[in-house]
Each structure stands twice: as C-alpha cells, then as structure tokens.
C-alpha cells in the first residue's frame, strides 16, 4: 500500500470516529451509573452500559476498597467533562459521601439524579434535587408521598 492511500484510509477513519461521536450526540445520550456492584450490574443488564471509542465506560462500580477521590473524580468526568452523558444516577449512599460535590452541581444537563440500592434505602430528606424542587414550589408536599404505600 502507498503512504497516500494508508493516509486516506487514517483520515477515513478519523472521520468515521468523529462522525460516530457527532451522530451520538445528535441521536441521544447516556445515562451513568455510579453505585454498589448490585444497581449498577442491574442497569447494565438494562442496557445501560457503553465504552466509548476511548474506552471509556459510563459506569463506576463502588465497592469497599474505592476511595472518595474515585468517587469524586468519576462524577466530576461525568458532569463536566462528557458530552455524550445526559443524566448521571448515583446512588444516595455513594451520594452521601461527595455530597459537597453533589450539593454544588447545579447544571441542568447533565441531570444528577439519587436512587436507593438494595442496602442503603432512600432518604427524601438528604436527596440535594428534592430539596430545590420544594424550594422552587414553597412546599414540602413533594416528599410528602416519596415512600407512601
């Protein structure tokens, strides 16, 4: 093969990766994950997993030995540095311990959203979202039926 022809095939495929991403972002975007081996195992047999071309999940699993600084680099790679996510669902005791990071977030997309897991259930009163939305309408009947049987 000639250097002209590997270079249009190189360029072809640059093109390619670059179109692949344009057409992600036109098409729709991911949800991440951050939570126990449980939730986040559940949501990727949802089909909720993805490796980007850089491979690069959008999902982090958190176990005993993962440290805060995993945690907080994960979200923030999550809210400020892909594109391609569009909602970013935590679980409220992975939540509980970067809640600062959490509480600062304040960017529609992507939306950060805290979810229960099998053994940390959820606790209206510390989800950051639910606290804005009943500032937002003057009332604490949100949480009023969060959790009623």
Known sequence: MSDTTKTMIAKK?????????????????????????????????????NLDARRKSNFLIVKQDTTRREIEDQFKEFTQNREDIAVVLIAQFVADEIRYLVNEYHRPIPAVLE??????????????ILKRVQHLLGSSSVSGNIGAD
């Not at 495929?13 to 949800?31: A, M, N, R």
């Not at 979810?115 to 950051?128: E, F, N, Q, R």
């Open 13 to 49: 495929d640059s093109t390619t990766v670059q179109q692949q991403q344009q057409q992600t972002h036109q098409d729709g975007s991911l949800i991440a994950i951050i939570g126990d081996e449980d939730t986040v195992t559940g949501f990727l047999l949802a089909g909720v997993g």
């Open 115 to 128: 979810i229960p897991s099998p053994d940390h259930p959820y606790d209206a009163s510390k989800d950051s």
